[in-house]
């Protein structure tokens, strides 16, 4: 008996031993959303579920991969524009954020006016700034310590084929750019000595896709700008790089796990969280959201919609025709990303909804263009822009060739002929188009002066019963 008790005695001091003396087992926890516009109503039960979470793991990191603001006009119309936004990030307790294009809408003294009120800092290594902006709490990257862990955050953000973010050209100054690539090796080396590095980008799921390719020993992308779900599980490994991304406007958060073995990572998991499907919310976030939302005059009723409308192309047209009958000219165009919702039901339509639908209230330019330069145009559009234009006056189709570029595009105007290519056509289009489009064309344009919500409600109080359900002018064959 007294071996007996020896023996386990002995045994239990060895297990003692080897546990400590074994793999010490650390975990890291991630919390990532993008792209929320300025979707402030869902913010209540977001912070509820980042409470719960932070209950079970109080040392969790939470990211945004920037584009936080612009698609809500309670937020971008605020007396102060985007402040409402970043006062209730504060209250939910981010702790970092890269930039997204649409952080420049307000310009380059609205971004320092955000970077002032986050009491979390922004990281982008691939933007400068003069020093007369005076641009504090932005860096290249961050470091965290978690868990006796040192962890490297980078940021980045997506550039055009301009040079710039997707944001109107005249809200660069004092920002200067140069690809996120091109940067990233530098930063990679300066944090070398951290367990683990972090990507935090607005590049775009494919665009993370090649960076994961092309920089294995980063070990998790936390992405946006291409508003992409990323599984139902969050999690998408990519030549051993988890890259996620949880769609948009506050409808999802990843929650990525990693866990560490003396200092390095052996496991990864990632789940998408559905913020609708979690019934509590917040009461201080939920009261701050009841204050904000409180102006009666983003309620004022401007037009009825008869008929449920779900396509962005619709809502495209509505927007085409309000500037084409506003200003008395033959077509209107209008980029698809100018377009920040595709549904509308049948409902009373706010003020509040127009200023939604379009959020960056660009001046409208006139242009007179020949059948051929507008051709050109359409198929700027399709590169730049992701898409085919949307038009009012005439409708189309086209097909795209294996290099995914648009051709074979036949035009028909509003009295059932077809464009004539030699013809002068006097069109209408929003000034970003009128400053990111390249393509041919000899008139420079002028601008009208006037807004595209300004020409929106002058449409509305002639064309108060909106009828755009059906409304289809773009096909491709």
Request: glycine share 8%; aromatic share 10%.
């Amino acid at each position: 008996m007294k071996k007996t008790s020896k023996f386990l005695l002995a045994a239990f001091v060895a297990a003692l031993f080897l546990s400590a003396c074994g793999p010490k087992e650390q975990k890291i926890y991630i919390v990532s959303t993008n792209d929320m516009h300025a979707n402030i109503d869902n913010f209540p039960q977001m912070a509820a579920l980042i409470d719960s979470l932070r209950a079970v793991h109080p040392d969790l990191l939470l990211f945004s991969a920037g584009d936080n603001r612009s698609g809500n006009p309670i937020n971008d119309r605020y007396a102060e524009p985007a402040k409402p936004m970043y006062m209730l990030m504060n209250a939910v307790g981010f702790d970092l954020s890269t930039f997204g294009n649409h952080e420049w809408d307000g310009g380059p003294i609205a971004l320092r006016n955000v970077l002032s009120w986050a009491k979390f800092p922004f990281v982008c290594a691939n933007v400068t700034f003069d020093d007369t902006l005076q641009m504090t709490n932005v860096h290249p990257y961050a470091i965290f310590e978690r868990n006796g862990l040192k962890i490297g955050v980078i940021g980045g953000i997506q550039l055009g084929e301009n040079g710039l973010p997707d944001f109107h050209p005249k809200h660069s100054n004092g920002s200067h750019f140069v690809p996120f690539e091109e940067v990233l090796p530098q930063y990679l080396d300066e944090l070398s000595d951290c367990n683990a590095i972090f990507l935090l980008t607005h590049l775009g799921y494919e665009e993370d896709r090649e960076v994961a390719e092309r920089f294995p020993q980063v070990a998790a992308i936390f992405g946006g700008h291409s508003h992409t779900r990323v599984g139902e599980d969050g999690k998408q490994m990519v030549n051993g790089v988890l890259v996620t991304q949880a769609e948009s406007k506050v409808k999802f958060v990843t929650l990525s796990t990693f866990t560490f073995h003396d200092g390095k990572i052996v496991d990864v998991q990632s789940e998408l969280l559905s913020i609708k499907d979690f019934q509590k919310k917040n009461e201080k976030v939920k009261a701050m959201v009841k204050e904000y939302n409180s102006d009666p005059y983003f309620s004022t009723v401007v037009a009825n919609n008869l008929t449920p409308v779900e396509s962005y192309e619709s809502l495209g047209c509505l927007m085409t025709d309000a500037i084409r009958h506003t200003t008395g000219v033959e077509m209107g165009f209008q980029n698809p990303g100018g377009v920040r919702f595709d549904t509308l039901s049948v409902r009373p339509v706010t003020i509040k909804d127009i200023f939604a639908l379009d959020p960056f209230d660009n001046e409208i330019v006139q242009y007179t263009l020949t059948g051929e330069e507008i051709i050109r145009l359409m198929k700027s559009c399709f590169v730049t822009d992701g898409g085919p234009i949307y038009c009012s006056g005439c409708s189309y189709k086209y097909k795209v060739d294996d290099d995914g570029k648009m051709t074979d595009i036949e035009v028909t105007l509003e009295d059932g002929k077809p464009m004539d290519m030699k013809a002068k056509y006097n069109i209408v289009m929003n000034s970003y188009m009128s400053s990111v489009f390249d393509y041919e064309h000899e008139d420079p344009g002028t601008s009208t002066f006037r807004t595209s919500n300004d020409m929106m409600m002058e449409f509305l109080s002639q064309h108060p019963d909106l009828d755009y359900g059906s409304t289809h002018r773009v096909t491709e064959l």
